[in-house]
């Protein structure tokens, strides 16, 4: 079945560091990706989506492209903030009507000043 | 608007109790997803739900659960004799159409359910 794959965490920065999280899915067809964060004691938020290939998702100075050559949609960021530190999922849904969304581990990301 | 809402936040129960999670879409959706977050795991889908109806409940144990979306009030997931392995945060997600594709899913703060 379908899946996705995140780097382990935690991920330790200093602020202003350059950011990247991996994540790599097997699926069939062509899913829509999407990167959802958690900060503490909340509910998920979508971050950014993209839903075809070589498409970039962008949001809050984060980014993500989907490759489909490679099944990959890591997340990067050029300097991250404290208030950055959160808990980062990768996920996928397949285009059909109804379907959930599968999700990876999640990564912790922890900044400090 | 207000957003997705999950009461209570935090339950804790006892073995072999009832516990019930409710779970207020956003205003105009009307279709309802849960999942439940083991620790160390990522978010695995139990349930999907519309008014009235459940839709895939694929991902929800045979025994023991259940869902429902009735057509007045919110969605409820129910865990009858509950064990210590469902302690675990349970999250509600609404849409305003089907999920899939590009669409995007709106979540609550989560039920943190901790079964002693």
């Known amino acids: 079945g379908d899946s996705v794959t995140q780097m382990e965490g935690p991920v330790t920065l200093s602020e202003e560091a350059f950011l990247t999280i991996n994540c790599t899915y097997t699926?069939?067809?062509?899913?829509?990706l999407f990167w959802y964060v958690q900060y503490p004691g909340e509910g998920l938020q979508l971050l950014l989506k993209?839903?075809?290939?070589?498409d970039k998702g962008s949001n809050k100075g984060f980014e993500a492209t989907y490759r489909k050559e490679t099944t990959s949609f890591h997340l990067e960021k050029g300097s991250v903030q404290v208030s950055d530190s959160a808990v980062y999922f990768c996920a996928l849904t397949q285009n059909q009507a109804g379907t959930a969304l599968i999700f990876g581990k999640g990564t912790t990301l922890s900044v400090s000043s | 608007n207000a957003g997705v809402m999950q009461n209570p936040r935090h339950l804790v129960r006892r073995r072999g109790q009832e516990a019930r999670l409710r779970c207020s879409p956003m205003k105009g959706h009307s279709h309802v997803y849960w999942y439940r977050q083991l620790p160390e795991e990522g978010l695995k889908f139990m349930v999907y739900?519309?008014?009235?109806?459940?839709?895939?409940e694929s991902g929800m144990p045979k025994e023991r659960f259940s869902a429902e979306f009735p057509k007045e009030g919110p969605s409820i997931l129910r865990i009858q004799q509950v064990v210590r392995g469902d302690s675990a945060a349970y999250f509600c997600a609404s849409s305003p159409r089907a999920g899939g594709g590009g669409t995007e899913a709106f979540f609550g703060q989560g039920t943190r359910l901790t079964v002693v």
């Open positions: 993209a839903t075809k290939a070589d």
């Open positions: 699926a069939t067809g062509y899913p829509s």
């Open positions: 739900l519309q008014k009235e109806n459940i839709i895939d």
